[in-house]
């Protein structure tokens, strides 16, 4: 069995709508010299793996945790939490090379890990709903440092979805329940807030496409100062600026044949296309898509074989550049 490590793919061949490749049987005309040569790290169904270009399943550990945040680090590494509390590093050959458990500082409230980040400095930072904070742990998983977070309205499953520190020390925060995006200075003062809204549609029940809320999960600093957001059960993807205007979107059936449900990861490849995270959106929509700018759709990765309708955190290996997500 290849470790991920020492199998590193080569840049992602794209290729044009009419022969990208649906996973797993959608495409059966595509020549095997015409898939896309990527992989895909992602957890659910009991499992995080690595999925090959022809769905062979490279390297899987058991999780019984369906993972909000994941990552392949430049070692080669996955980074993941495997519980509610617990975050696991995890060396090619499955060993447990470090490990970190948070412990609710109110046990009544209880607590749920759903960001982390391995910083430049070799320290974590961990997103804690319940606790309402943030911390960064060292190597010996030493709290070096930790800050209250702004939050409306408390909830153990949802105070935070995705954490990211930015480049300038900075932290962009997802707070799910109160459908607000916000940026906390080193020191922890929110210094910008953007409110998402239902943009102009009624509120809807349900995880699916049937759903409809401000319950936002990602969001990501542009290098042209804007944000990227993946806005959860808004059913969209859209990018403001500082001010808080809408330069793009991409809304719930804009691109053809597909709906989306819960937006969920974004990343930002070094083409300038966006691969959005499709979850909750059962098994007529594929759950990863790369766009364009343009908004043609690239490829689609679709695959209820190694994964399911809760694969919310992913990560496409194999694409060099600086890639943001």
Not at 4 to 33: E, H, M, Q, Y
Not at 51 to 70: A, F, L
Not at 197 to 215: F, I, M, Q, T, Y
Not at 226 to 246: A, D, F, H, K
């Amino acid at each position: 069995m290849s470790s991920p490590s020492s199998t590193r793919s080569p840049p992602v061949k794209l290729l044009n709508w009419s022969t990208a490749l649906l996973f797993l049987g959608i495409s059966t005309l595509a020549r095997a010299d015409e898939r896309p040569n990527y992989k895909i790290l992602a957890g659910d169904r009991g499992h995080i793996a690595i999925v090959n270009s022809k769905g062979e399943v490279e390297w899987e550990v058991p999780c019984k945790n369906t993972p909000h945040d994941i990552v392949m680090l430049p070692n080669g590494n996955i980074l993941a939490h495997m519980s509610d509390s617990k975050i696991e590093e995890i060396s090619p050959d499955k060993k447990i090379v470090w490990t970190h458990v948070s412990k609710p500082t109110d046990a009544k409230r209880g607590l749920q890990i759903h960001a982390f980040q391995r910083l430049a400095n070799g320290h974590t930072m961990i997103s804690e709903s319940g606790n309402a904070r943030i911390i960064e742990v060292d190597q010996d998983d030493k709290i070096v440092k930790e800050f209250p977070l702004t939050v409306e309205k408390p909830s153990t499953h949802s105070d935070t979805r995705l954490v990211r520190q930015l480049d300038n020390g900075h932290y962009l925060i997802a707070h799910e329940n109160d459908g607000a995006v916000r940026e906390y200075d080193e020191n922890g003062k929110v210094v910008w807030t953007y409110k998402l809204g239902l943009a102009g549609r009624p509120a809807a029940g349900g995880h699916g496409v049937e759903g409809h809320g401000d319950h936002v999960f990602s969001a990501y600093r542009l290098p042209n100062g804007n944000t990227l957001i993946g806005c959860g059960n808004g059913n969209r993807v859209i990018e403001v600026t500082p001010e808080g205007q809408t330069v793009w979107a991409i809304e719930q059936t804009e691109l053809p044949g597909i709906t989306l449900a819960w937006v969920t990861m974004l990343e930002v490849l070094p083409n300038g296309n966006i691969l959005i995270g499709n979850c909750h959106a059962g098994k007529e929509n594929p759950q990863l898509i790369e766009v364009t700018r343009n908004k043609k759709v690239v490829w689609t990765f679709k695959d209820f074989k190694n994964f399911g309708d809760s694969t919310a955190a992913s990560q496409v290996l194999g694409i060099e550049g600086k890639v943001i997500r």
